[in-house]
């Protein structure tokens, strides 16, 4: 065991920068544990409450998609394979990201991108952190829209949308404009740890319905698919699973606001939540494939009769999720906004809080405006998940990757073939990563262009 302080570079590999001690012991871990000796901060974020706000983070407009990605990738045994091996990296990428903000306390995901891989690594990092959690505001715009619809079917018929007030533009607008904002609002998003459980409980009700609606409902009319028909059907799959396992944005701010900021308990945190999530998903896709065959759409809830009670339940269940959860997903993009302003004019830490306030209030106004009115005239989620949902493997694999290299170059205690076995892993994470957001956004051009609107989840 040895002790270093300062910027120190030893024979074993490890760095230490400022006043930051770190403990190093190579026979510790496979990485050559590194512990952070300085005072942590403490949050005001419980295990438990932690758990609430990442599966929030994760499950909503996802879930809904899945039975639609299932049925696109080839049916549900290769859908269920894509998803188990992505669950697997998405759980080391997390925990490398956990690793890298402890070397300064980091308390955002682009925190953690300027420390390990510098100024230029950490724009890259917010322009994307940006469009990627504005397109997933803009989806959960979508999806309230979705079961405002069939909710107000349900209540007043088939002509609800003749009245102005039941119009869907109107009636997003609404739950937008008095519920959404002012949730968007506060500084922090510890808070959202009381409604993100009512998220999650939603999402576990909307998979319950599913299941049993499959043993209440028919046959499917519509044939179930149960191969692919080429090897590029296999990979359609990927951006909604990616979209749906996307919480590390969220996590490092869900780790910096833990009562207990160590690397065991937020293991005990993404544990807790992949699980959670793995279980949604798979119930959602499988039962949902095998309701409605390849004809279920993009949000398997619109495929349900409008005068289903169980159904119209489940739909105002998964109406109070996106409700909370476009919270935490705008607090993490507009930290990125608010980070490459001060950097932009170069503010001191004394004036960026000064003004803290009313520019939190104008960037979330700003951010609020438009994804609302894009949300408006987007005709569903399949359209927003195919777009962004391949960027999501840039937050998933390849920054984690990158990090990771970064890491054991100038902080791991680890031998030298383990450093070597950990920058391979790092060069396949950010490979990978690279692969699946240039194929997913082909593969949507060429859906787009040559298919039209007769793919899968057209409602």
Known sequence: METVKGPVAGPDGLTASGNTFYVANENTSLIGSISVERDRPVGKTSLLGAIFIVVNACIGAGMLNFPAAYQGAGGIHVGILMQCALVLVVFGSLLILALCADIRLSPSYQDVIREMCGGIGKILSEIMIIIYTFGSCVAYFIVIGDQLDSILTFIHGEDFADFWYMNRKFTISIFAVFIIFPLC???????????????????????????????????????????????????????????????????????????????????????????????????????????????????????????????????????????????????????????????????????????????????????????????????????????????????????????????????????????????????????????????????????????????????
């Open 185 to 459: 609002i506060p500084k922090n998003i510890d808070f959202l740890k009381y409604p993100s459980s009512v998220g999650v409980l939603a999402s576990f009700y909307v998979c319950a319905v599913i299941v049993v609606n499959y043993h209440i409902y028919p046959p499917p009319t519509a044939e179930i698919v149960t191969k692919p028909q080429s090897w590029m059907d296999v990979f359609s799959a990927i951006p909604a699973i990616c979209f749906g396992f996307q919480c590390h944005v969220s996590s490092v701010p869900v780790y910096s606001s833990l009562k207990k900021r160590t690397l065991g308990e937020f293991t005990k945190v993404v544990i807790g939540a992949l699980t959670i999530g793995f279980i949604a998903y798979t119930l959602a896709g499988v039962y949902g494939s095998l309701t409605f065959g390849w004809v279920v759409c993009s949000d398997v809830l619109l495929s349900y009769n409008a005068d289903d009670v169980p159904v119209t339940v489940a739909r105002c269940m998964i109406l109070c999720n996106m409700l909370t959860t476009y919270p935490v997903l705008q607090f993490c993009g507009r930290l990125a906004i608010d980070s490459m302003w001060v950097t932009s004019w170069n503010l001191s830490s004394e004036e960026a809080e000064r003004r803290a306030k009313p520019r939190r209030i104008i960037e979330t106004l700003i951010w609020f405006i438009c994804s609302l009115f894009l949300a408006l005239f987007i005709p569903n989620i399949g359209v927003v998940i195919s777009v962004i949902g391949g960027l999501a493997a840039v937050f998933i694999l390849v920054f984690p990757g990158v990090c990771l290299i970064q890491f054991v170059l100038k902080h791991s205690a680890a031998s030298i073939p383990k450093q070597r076995f950990l920058i391979a892993i790092g060069f396949i994470y950010t490979a990978l990563g690279i692969f699946i957001l240039g194929e997913s956004t082909t593969q949507s051009i060429m859906k787009d262009v040559m298919n039209g609107h007769q793919q899968s989840g057209q409602c």
